[in-house]
């Protein structure tokens, strides 16, 4: 097999907080060159979470090895709202100088994108690379001796489950279980969604639900204490946390990879010069080879993967493209 925190907010709250973005947006059109050398001042780097969450944690474990390799300090921002669009306005609308940059992690921001329908373009940035990719997977209570996706799918199509569980409505998980409806014929009749993985793992295990979809990480507990065990990993890249797991494409089913995992991806506003972009890329991908960080990597089955502004660009279109193309998101926007 092939491996390759939102924050709510009311509509009011979020068409004033993206409408500031989208016009500072416009201001942010000249070309800024670089002169001197970089880095000469400290940089910041904006996470469009809450503290805590996984994106902030990759920032707190990979920034402080990235400050390391350009002996130059590295400050960290959290800047959450609007479901992570704020932060990741503020990272488009900032000075093209290589001083200001962060991350978000196509499809979750995307989603969140399409689904509020801005006048900016979530794409205009400029891409640095991927560091890690977190794969969703389906899991379940052992006690249903579910033998993979088919047969999954088969006790959904004969009624024996009729719940389906996950994380809040209109979010990448609700929208994966959306395409599996529509693409595999999982035909449950209640999407449970839960505020968490937390609540929705311990769901699966007291037998509240017969399955739950959420990422490999946060199930890795649960299924090392033999309460849930993996039915499906929703990429096709697989997952190191479970290599064994099944991807839908290896079970027959077609691929779902633009819905079912994040490709965590850093980028740096419009126009920014491309040697300030490759100066940050090499420290990135030096930091992601360091003791500190593959150890952590390893102690706690948070994969980090280095990939190029080229992958950055193609998770974060293919999104943009692709979602609008196999789920109605009238229907998620209803």
Known sequence: MARDNNVATTRRGFITTAGAGAAALAGCSSLQPSSGEYPSQNITYIVPFSQGGGTDTYARKIMPQVSNEMDNGIAI?????????????????????????????????????????????????????????????????????????????????SGEFTKFAGLGRGGIVNLAAIAMKNEYDLNYEQYVAYDGAGPAIKAAVSGEVPVVATTDTAAQSAVESGDLEAVSILSSDGS?????????SDAGFSSIDYIGQLTRCMFLPAE???????TLAESIKAALQTDEVQTWSEETGNAVEYGSHERAKKALEDSINTIPDRIDMSKIRS
């Open 77 to 157: 921002e959290n800047v959450p709202g609007a479901a992570s669009l704020k932060g990741t306005a503020e990272i488009l609308r900032a000075k093209p100088d290589g001083y200001t940059f962060g991350g978000f992690n196509p499809p979750s921001t995307p989603i969140s994108y399409l689904v509020y329908q801005l006048e900016w373009d979530i794409t205009s940035g400029m891409p640095v690379c991927t560091y890690a990719r977190t794969p969703y997977g389906i899991f379940a209570n052992p006690e249903h001796n579910i033998e993979g996706l088919k047969d999954l799918v088969e006790r959904y199509q």
């Open 240 to 248: 190191s946390v479970f290599p064994e797991a099944q991807s839908p």
């Open 272 to 278: 920014t010069p491309t040697d300030i972009r490759d």
